[in-house]
């Protein structure tokens, strides 16, 4: 959470405004506030409240650092908003973390003043109350003295440098030839240069024009450099009105990105699923494309453990080096994921990731990985990147039994399908169903088997981006509790497979018997629905199919109550606090 940029040349000043869209481009990581911060012979300190709605900010500089904020201490005010000026006005700093033991900082600062309620300000005026006349060595000594995770950088009035920290809290360093760039993510820079590093845990150091210092437990290191193969394209618009319409839209190419492995690396992971003991680690969406993959796992005679993130540590004893963890994450910095695997760093178990960004904290921490290539997904909620984790999840089960070219070939049967779920038409239609659901307080999903994950996330991706409370549940469940909600003209989406289905077909009728209103998603009208979606294809890749025609219902629904689909309330994309 929170978004960190820090621009310095030793050439060409860079418009403000310019950075500002390099901040911007970083705003799906926060957005409550933002600010600037420049060097000119004082600190200048912009900042603002709410989103970046306009980057023409008029001037320019070759040291401006800026952050846009996800609110963890102290709420949505221009005092907690980054970057955070010390009491002598000589350090600007932006942060992305939290100190735990901030007040034990605070109550080491004596005389100091505090216009807002956060831990970055306090740090602010401790790196102040420390720092000597050696910014470096002063700097390094202060590192340990912080509890918690941290992304620092911090500019000092009279010095040429950004100074840098990294403790679990994603930071990258963009090495251009007369410029040099410190920030959360690639997406910021990818625009200037393509030559990245990534900075380890512990690392610390200064980023000047043309030079970058790195150090880590007292000693210079050398880290690698990385060339990023994103598609800028990917991170534009383009047509679209919306980041999330265009990544929807962008599923039809998910597959064929997808299948761009490495066929060795698949089979040496999928030798390792066969004979070892399955664990698959994730977060929300994450977590719903492994749990619709474990059924497809299961008819293959294998049972691994989902296990969300956050509560994987009373787990993690039962994992040894029989144990394969299959972590999946779109972004590769979500902490409770992260954190789940420290948890198990010596435990001799084998982690492969399935992640998009590549040379994220997830990435580097794997023995080995499996990457989407669906290239930069900037709306907060995760829609190719679901379709993708669900993709690769399948054709890895699809192998414990079938050759990789069989199963690659399945799953190519589902483009067409995902073509014309994605197409114009079909999406005109859903908007119908939209205008019907728009003052719609609470909603239910139910599936069964497969499509029980399916429910969840269609209920998720429904309450994260249009506010309706809406949840999922297995078709089974809902008369063990959930049916008491049921009244005259609730809403109720079913999902309803191909074969099999009487029993989740038994299921609408026992809510429309009390009053419900009911969406089916299937290949066939039944005469329970009251308003059918048609979604043709194998009830195999239902999670993947299913779900597609829910994502546009919700992005709809969003628009047409005037949200911004890609920058819900009080989400970030990219979730590095726990
Ligand atoms: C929902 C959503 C979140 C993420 C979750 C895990 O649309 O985006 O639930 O799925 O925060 O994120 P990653 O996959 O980056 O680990």
């Given at each position: 959470m929170c978004g960190i940029v820090g621009y310095i040349s030793n050439k060409e000043k860079l418009k403000l405004a310019k950075f500002m869209t390099m901040i911007k481009s970083l705003d799906y990581r926060g957005y409550d506030s933002w600010g600037v911060s420049h060097l000119s012979d004082k600190i200048n300190l912009i900042k603002e409240i709410g989103k970046i709605e306009n980057t023409d900010l008029p001037g320019e500089s070759n040291l401006i650092l800026g952050h846009t904020r996800w609110a963890t201490h102290g709420g949505v005010t221009k005092e907690n908003a980054h970057p955070h000026l010390s009491n002598d006005k000589n350090i600007s700093l932006v942060h992305n973390g939290i100190i735990e033991n901030y007040q034990e900082l605070k109550s080491k600062l004596d005389g100091f003043n505090f216009s807002g309620q956060t831990d970055s300000e306090v740090l602010t005026n401790y790196?102040?109350?420390?720092?000597?006349?050696?910014?470096?060595?002063?700097?390094?000594?202060?590192l340990p003295d912080l509890k918690g995770t941290y992304a620092i950088g911090f500019l000092k009035r009279g010095e040429?440098?950004?100074?840098?920290?990294?403790?679990?809290?994603?930071?990258?360093?963009?090495?251009?030839?007369?410029?040099?760039?410190l920030s959360s993510d690639v997406t910021s820079f990818f625009d200037r240069t393509k030559t990245v590093i990534y900075l380890e845990d512990g690392d610390y150091g200064y980023i000047e024009g043309n030079s970058v210092k790195i150090f880590n437990s007292g000693e210079e290191v050398e880290r690698k450099k990385s060339t990023i193969t994103w598609d800028i394209d990917k991170a534009r618009k383009g047509e679209f009105e919306h980041f999330m319409l265009k990544e929807i839209s962008e599923q039809v190419?998910?597959?064929?990105?997808?299948?761009?492995?490495?066929?060795?690396?698949?089979?040496s992971i999928v030798n390792d699923l066969k004979t070892k003991n399955i664990f698959m680690v994730a977060c929300g969406?994450?977590?719903?494309?492994?749990?619709?993959?474990?059924?497809?796992?299961?008819?293959?005679?294998?049972?691994?453990k989902v296990i969300r993130a956050h509560e994987f540590r009373s787990y993690s004893k039962f994992v040894d080096k029989n144990s394969i963890v299959l972590a999946i994450s779109q972004s590769g910095e979500t902490i409770d994921l992260i954190?789940?695997?420290?948890?198990?760093?010596?435990?001799?178990?084998?982690?492969v990731s399935i992640v998009n960004v590549q040379g994220s904290t997830l990435d580097r921490m794997s023995d080995k990985r499996i990457y989407m290539n669906v290239g930069p997904e900037i709306c907060v909620l995760s829609t190719k990147s679901y379709t993708a984790s669900v993709s690769i999840l399948m054709l890895l089960a699809g192998c414990i039994t079938d050759t990789y070219e069989t199963s690659k070939a399945n799953l190519t049967e589902i483009i067409r399908q995902i073509y014309y779920l994605t197409s114009e038409n079909s999406r005109k239609y859903t908007k119908e169903l939209s205008q019907l659901l728009r003052y719609t307080k609470h909603l239910f999903t139910i599936g069964r088997k497969r499509d029980y994950?399916?429910?969840?996330?269609?209920?998720?991706?429904?309450?994260?981006?249009?506010?309706?409370?809406?949840?999922?549940?297995?078709?089974?469940?809902?008369?063990?509790?959930?049916?008491?909600?049921?009244?005259?003209?609730?809403?109720?989406?079913?999902?309803?497979?191909?074969?099999n289905n009487s029993e989740i077909l038994s299921n609408a009728q026992e809510l429309k018997s009390r009053g419900a209103f009911i969406i089916g998603v299937s290949d066939k009208n039944h005469d329970v629905f009251d308003f059918w979606i048609k979604v043709i294809g194998p009830d195999k890749y239902s999670p993947i199919l299913r779900t597609i025609p829910?994502?546009?219902?919700?992005?709809?629904?969003?628009?047409?109550?005037?949200?911004?689909?890609?920058?819900?309330?009080?989400?970030?994309?990219?979730?590095?606090?726990?």
């Open positions: 790196i102040q109350s420390k720092l000597t006349e050696d910014t470096l060595s002063s700097f390094a000594q202060i040429n440098k950004i100074y840098f920290a990294r403790k679990d809290s994603p930071l990258v360093l963009g090495i251009g030839k007369d410029e040099k760039i190419d998910v597959i064929n990105q997808v299948l761009i492995q490495d066929s060795k690396n698949i089979s969406t994450s977590y719903n494309a492994a749990l619709a993959a474990e059924y497809e796992f299961l008819k293959q005679g294998i049972m691994p954190d789940a695997l420290k948890s198990i760093k010596n435990s001799g178990a084998e982690i994950p399916t429910a969840m996330e269609a209920a998720l991706k429904i309450k994260e981006v249009s506010y309706i409370h809406a949840e999922g549940f297995a078709g089974g469940q809902i008369k063990h509790g959930p049916i008491a909600m049921i009244e005259n003209g609730t809403p109720c989406i079913v999902f309803v497979s191909n074969k829910i994502q546009i219902l919700a992005y709809y629904l969003a628009v047409l109550k005037g949200l911004d689909p890609d920058k819900p309330r009080n989400l970030a994309k990219s979730v590095t606090v726990k």
